[in-house]
């Protein structure tokens, strides 16, 4: 078990692109979620899967957010048209039901010029 | 809805001082409570849980005890060490809520040898 891995750990785009991130949870793990955290705060809950379902998305999840668990392992993170304010370290998390403690990647950081 | 607040930071101790980060939460269910660690430029570590009232969770010398009539979960180290030094988040879990997990901002521990 190597625990969660996100790639890539760090992306540094123009304003306006899009951007596709990517984490692999622990492979018995059946939720997976995904955070953002921006300096001196705690992450932010943004959407979570159970399986291949994304069960709940935030308010914080614009449209132009999406994300995406198609076998119920991997999962991506896609944001389109970027903006400033999208600048945040973006951690994925798994764990193995509800209530159970979540285990961190160490996240992307997105940086927008 | 459900929240945590922690005392503020940063925090900066000598090397074997004794260490307490105030924790306090709000919840409609009964939650299982958490603190994470993260480290620089890391995704953030399960530190030490406790999953009903008067439970204490402890790892690596931290412990923390679930009190239900004052609502806290304060973290406490009785040493500190400069490798200490990290940003600690305290959250809870309740399963009333989908989402699972909600996290306090954080606070940032120095150790000076």
């Known amino acids: 078990d190597t625990g969660v891995s996100q790639d890539p750990r760090h992306k540094i785009t123009k304003r306006g692109q899009n951007v596709t991130f990517r984490c692999d949870p622990i492979?018995?793990?059946?939720?997976l979620y995904w955070y953002r955290q921006t300096l001196g705060q705690g992450p932010e809950f943004l959407t979570y899967?159970?399986?291949?379902?994304?069960?709940?998305k935030s308010r914080l999840l614009s449209d132009r957010f999406s994300a995406e668990r198609p076998k119920g392992s991997f999962s991506t993170l896609e944001i389109q048209r970027t903006e400033q304010g999208d600048s945040a370290m973006y951690l994925c998390?798994?764990?193995?039901?509800?209530?159970?403690?979540?285990?961190f990647g160490d996240g992307t950081r997105l940086s927008i010029l | 809805g459900n929240s945590v607040t922690q005392m503020e930071g940063p925090v900066t101790l000598s090397e074997e001082a004794f260490l307490t980060i105030n924790c306090t939460y709000t919840?409609?269910?009964?939650?299982?409570l958490f603190w994470y660690v993260q480290y620089p430029g890391e995704g953030l570590q399960l530190l030490l849980k406790?999953?009903?009232?008067?439970d204490k969770g402890s790892n690596k010398g931290f412990e923390a005890t679930y009190r239900k009539e004052t609502t806290s979960f304060h973290l406490e180290k009785g040493s500190v060490q400069v490798s200490d030094s990290a940003v600690y988040f305290c959250?809870?879990?309740?399963?009333?809520?989908?989402?699972?997990?909600?996290f306090g901002a954080g606070t940032r521990l120095t150790v000076k040898p």
């Open positions: 899967f159970q399986n291949e379902a994304q069960l709940e």
């Open positions: 919840a409609t269910g009964y939650p299982s």
């Open positions: 406790a999953t009903k009232a008067d």
């Open positions: 998390a798994s764990s193995f039901s509800r209530g159970q403690p979540q285990h």
């Open positions: 959250a809870l879990s309740d399963s009333y809520n989908n989402n699972d997990m909600r």
């Open positions: 492979s018995e793990h059946n939720r």
